[in-house]
C-alpha cells in the first residue's frame, strides 16, 4: 500500500492543522439504501490516517461509486467532533 500524505487538515484530537500519513485503506460493502424493503449494499472506502502531530487517529469513509460528501472533512466518520476541551479556567462555573 503506497503511503500518501494529504494537504494538512485538523486533526481532532490536538487540534493542530497538520500533515497525516494514511497508515490504513480499507474496503467494505455498506447498507446504502432499502428498496422494497430489501437493503443493498455498496463498495464503501475507509481511510485511516494518523496526525503527524500526536498520532491520534482520524477516519474517512464514503461510498465509492456512489459518495455522499464532496468535501473530504465531510467525509471524517470518527472522531465524530473534537475531543479538545476547554481548559478548566474557562468553563462556566454551574453556581
Ligand atoms: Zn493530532
Known sequence: MAETFPEPFLCYHCGNIAAHKRIGLFEAKELFE???GRPYRERFN????R???CDG????GDFIEYPRHKAFAARRLYPRESLILPEDH?????Q
Do not use: G
Not at 475507509?46 to 490516517?49: K, M, P, R, S
Not at 487517529?57 to 474517512?60: K, S
Not at 474557562?90 to 454551574?94: F, H, I, M, N, T
Open 46 to 49: 475507509y481511510e485511516i490516517y
Open 90 to 94: 474557562k468553563l462556566a462555573s454551574a
Open 57 to 60: 487517529i482520524n477516519i474517512f
Open 34 to 36: 432499502h428498496v422494497d
Open 51 to 53: 496526525c503527524s502531530t
